[in-house]
């Protein structure tokens, strides 16, 4: 729908099926203290009755609230095209702190897995955040990074408002104060979820299935440990963030299955970029990208050799697993070779 | 000179967020001054010093700090040219949610953090819905779902204006907020323009509804600021 004809509707509609089909509209009018919306009522009627004064504390001119509306909707309303458009990313080498070419090109495609690795202060945050603002060779790493193969102009780099990347980290930390049921419903109102208890079932099972410890949707999302925190998050992002692209710093090792974690996110169509130091999910990518001295020293396949590697490192990861859970269950640990 | 105006709530990161704009900028600290109106107290000074950026701190200490700044904003741009500026900055510290310091024609940024609440900004007014810029900061220590709900709802508020992700701390998404600032307009004068929102009321020219800046229009309780070089 145009600009045009969805402020036509707004004008000419009843608020009743206004609100069926933008049922964001209670939330923008409640936003000026309206509460009571009459269905058969018209939003000229409607904005008539509001005192002149309510408007002009806001901020706004009474004429101009249907325009507002309509900006609203329009700027939340899901499905447009660039949310949608981005299959690959296409980094570009610039320089490093020492100005030497980095000679890379490296695409990353939906559903793959890259690991970011190299000392702290190497770089890695620079790395991510050229990827963040789809870089075009105006940062001081000189890079360019392609979306589908393409160059991106402003215009398009303004318009993802940071709708590009996802991140989470070992800092994050959930603020509010309510249940994981109603912190899931928040979301999914928010993303336009057409069947909210389907969205918040499906992130629910997915938590608990990375989780170490069960949870049920009524414990408060700040009394969650730090594994379900993060199972939570993960499965919150794989189902319902509109960002293509998810940077990952660092997956705590205890309380949460990580092989699992990255497997939730690329099914759902993710580009997965980590950096860690932890030899079962960097070996579990696909590439890895090595940072020194600011810049992409190289980037390695990840060879036949090191998936058998890997098959080694999750059986000594299962050991530690079982010894955690023979730990919390007040068990006596024996000899390593009977688990 | 460029002027840019910046407002948000206390602590939620205006002076860090125009430490790394600056260096995003990649201009020398010595062509950029910065005129912060607070309340009763401020520190940011010891900040802007230390980066090498030439600051002016007005405490609108009992007056509304929304006529404190317009009724020093002319002074502030005169000084600002006087002291040969290529950008002035002004940072106004939000303490009510009806500020907002924000002149027609002129770059607004409203900065905003995400650890105040996932409503606060429904609850924002002008301040935030007249910005051409709003600047999200501490985005790095709450969950993707905060975030993602928190840009929602500026969004219902200010459906406009471009949102800016921005680490205060590592300068993230500086590079992009640079970007939008970087073609600010270039002024003499504010003299003449207006305000883009009535002040508080209190008892001034402009409690009765003025809004132009010069020093003719002012009357009643001004409390100036002094611009020494």
């Known amino acids: 729908m145009t600009e045009r004809e969805l402020y036509d509707f707004l004008t000419t509609a009843a608020l009743g099926d206004i609100l069926v089909r933008y049922p964001l509209a209670r939330d923008f009018l409640s936003n000026i203290r309206v509460r009571e919306i009459p269905p058969e009522m018209r939003l000229e009627a409607l904005l008539a009755a509001l005192d002149d004064t309510v408007a002009d504390e806001f901020g706004l001119r009474k004429e101009d609230i249907p325009y507002q509306l309509c900006r609203f909707l329009l700027s939340v309303t899901p499905g447009q095209a660039r949310e949608a458009s981005v299959s690959s990313l296409t980094i570009l080498g610039g320089r490093n702190k020492s100005g030497e070419a980095e000679n890379v090109t490296l695409t990353l495609a939906r559903g793959e897995v890259a690991a970011v690795v190299g000392p702290t202060g190497s770089g890695k945050s620079r790395l991510l955040a050229d990827i963040e603002c789809l870089a075009q060779r105006d940062t001081p790493t000189g890079r360019q990074v392609l979306v589908n193969g393409q160059e991106v102009p402003d215009e398009t780099r303004f318009d993802m408002d940071g709708k590009l990347v996802a991140q989470l980290s070992q800092n994050m930390n959930f603020v509010m104060d309510m249940s994981v049921r109603e912190f899931l419903e928040m979301h999914a109102r928010s993303r336009f979820s057409e069947d909210v208890d389907k969205t918040v079932a499906l992130c629910m099972a997915c938590a608990n299935n990375l989780a170490g410890e069960q949870f049920s949707c009524d414990t408060k999302v700040t009394q969650l440990s730090g594994g379900q925190s993060r199972a939570l998050m993960i499965a919150d992002t794989a189902y319902m963030s509109v960002s293509p692209l998810v940077l990952i710093d660092e997956i705590e090792n205890a309380g949460i299955d990580r092989k699992k974690a990255i497997r939730v996110l690329t099914k759902n169509d993710k580009i997965v970029l980590i950096a860690t130091h932890d030899p079962l999910l960097a070996l579990n990518a696909g590439k890895r990208i090595v940072i020194k001295n600011g810049g992409i020293f190289k980037v390695i396949e990840t060879t036949p050799e090191e998936k058998r590697v890997l098959a080694d490192i999750e059986k000594i990861d299962d050991t530690l697993l079982k010894l955690r859970t023979q730990l919390r269950s007040g068990a006596r640990i024996t000899a390593l070779d009977a688990l | ?229």
């Open chain 2, 1 to 229: 000179m460029k002027l840019i105006t910046f407002a948000g709530p206390p602590s939620s990161g205006k002076t860090s967020v125009i430490l790394k704009l600056i260096e995003a900028l990649d201009m020398d600290p010595s062509d950029v001054g910065v005129v912060k109106f607070d309340c009763l107290t401020s520190f940011d000074y010891l900040r802007y010093e230390e980066a090498g950026v030439k600051t002016v701190t007005g405490y609108s200490g009992k007056t509304c700090p929304d006529h404190f700044f317009v009724g020093n904003i002319e002074d502030a741009v005169q000084w600002g040219l006087r002291s040969g500026f290529r950008l002035l900055i002004t940072e106004s510290a939000g303490l009510c949610n009806r500020c907002s310091p924000y002149i027609n024609g002129i770059a607004s940024v409203c900065v905003i953090d995400n650890l105040s609440g996932v409503n606060t900004p429904r609850k924002i007014g002008p301040m935030l819905k007249l910005a051409d810029y709003v600047a999200v900061t501490k985005g790095d220590i709450v969950s993707q779902a905060e975030r993602e709900v928190f840009a929602f709802n500026i969004r219902q508020v200010n459906a406009s204006a471009k949102l800016v992700s921005v680490n205060g701390i590592t300068g993230q998404g500086a590079f992009m907020l640079a970007k939008h600032l970087r073609d600010a307009k270039d002024i003499t004068t504010l003299k003449d323009l207006k305000l883009r929102f009535t002040t508080p009321a209190a008892v001034c020219s402009y409690c009765t509804g003025e809004t132009r800046i010069g020093e003719i229009y002012q009357m009643g309780t001004l409390k100036k600021m002094g611009f020494e070089l």
